[in-house]
């Protein structure tokens, strides 16, 4: 399969560059996955799609603050460091810029010194190892000198970083926001539980190969990036009563469906877990736990149109965000939601 098969036009001035104020004032396109129908409406109306017993699978992974800015040692040049993955203790595998001349043994300042970092080693795709050094809680320095690893496609500085966080993040270590959930506050989560709709938490660290591009021609020969999950017994267990009760499985985002479609077995059974994913979902692919998405516009060519077009086929995904288009809805982190069901 072509990966120029899931291309399409987007004008550079659909790409929301800030969050809406108000998060469930989003807009909210509704893709009927079995017949291609397309409904426009508002994001507050998703409580009209969902029923009693049904499941509604977030993902509560929390982003660090993992960009900081500092100053090498000996030469006083600027430097900034994107946090990837922490190794043990503190020691972590980071990219590097301007990376030529970061070599082992250069020492890093942030901060006035409130912490400081020296390279160790260069590891694969030319990341680094270093290792942090620091007086007091590695995170609260972290929250305080760090600023949000914003998706390239986003020029504008954002104000207050809790709006890349969802509402109900808990774990931190992502490198990413599962920006589907981005567009719930509390008050209508309340709403959805108070419906008898049950909610269902799974973490999934996002990565930063969720943006990268698909570098080869054939679908079928391109590697994913592995990330971290954990799904709890508790999880596992609310997930196999709503089945039992005939109740759908909404998963909020491509994150939170990577997790279940990589833990449920052949027979739709949710087990509890933890490790690391590489599951590539593309057309083709079968289903095992996942009944409908809520999810964002995605990349054109990306690995994330890809699994949406597995769940609902690719012509109808492409006619969809085709409509997006020309309704000019808001694309990618920052934008209006897609409900397929």
């Known amino acids: ?25 989003s807009r909210l396109l509704v893709l009927d ?11 507050r109306e998703i409580l009209n799609y969902l029923r009693p017993n049904d499941c509604l699978v977030l993902n509560n992974t929390r982003v660090l603050p993992a960009r900081l800015f500092g100053h090498r040692e000996d030469t006083g040049a600027v430097i900034e460091f994107l946090l990837l993955s922490q ?25 006035d010194g409130k912490l400081s970092a020296e390279i160790l080693d260069v590891v694969n795709d030319g990341n680094r190892l270093v290792k942090f050094h620091y007086q007091g809680i590695f995170h609260e320095i972290l929250d305080e000198l ?21 509402v109900y993040s808990k774990v931190e270590g992502s490198a990413a926001a599962p920006t589907a959930g981005l567009h ?19 973490t999934l660290h996002v990565g930063l190969g969720t943006f990268r591009p698909v570098k080869v021609d054939q679908i079928e020969e391109h590697k994913m990036h592995s ?16 089945r039992e009760k005939g109740g759908r499985i909404f998963c909020v985002g491509t994150t939170s469906t990577r997790v279940l479609e990589t833990v449920g077995d052949a ?11 590489d599951i590539f979902i593309y057309p083709g692919y079968r289903f095992k736990m996942v009944d409908a998405l809520l999810t964002n516009f995605h990349l054109p060519q990306s690995t994330l149109i890809m699994l949406v077009s597995a769940l609902a086929g690719r012509e109808h995904v492409l006619e969809a965000y085709r409509q997006a288009v020309q309704e000019k809805y808001r694309f990618f982190s920052f934008g209006d939601a897609m409900l397929i069901l």
């Open 1 to 25: 399969m072509d990966v120029k098969d899931f291309d399409y036009e987007l004008p550079e001035e659909l790409i929301a560059q800030t969050p809406l104020t108000d998060r469930p004032s």
């Open 33 to 43: 996955k079995h017949t291609g129908a397309v409904r426009h409406t508002h994001f």
């Open 87 to 111: 190794k043990e203790n503190d020691i972590w595998e980071i990219i590097v810029r301007p990376g030529k001349k970061a070599r082992p043994g250069h020492k890093v300042i942030f901060g």
């Open 146 to 166: 760090g600023e949000m690893p914003l998706p390239p496609y986003i020029h504008e500085k954002l104000e207050d970083k809790e709006r890349y966080q969802t």
């Open 184 to 202: 719930f506050d509390r008050e209508i989560l309340d709403e959805i539980q108070a419906k008898g709709v049950c909610l269902a938490f799974v």
């Open 227 to 242: 990330e971290f999950y954990t799904v709890e017994e508790e999880t596992a267990q609310i997930l196999n009563r709503a």
């Open 267 to 277: 027979d739709g059974v949710m087990h509890a877990g933890s490790g690391w994913t």
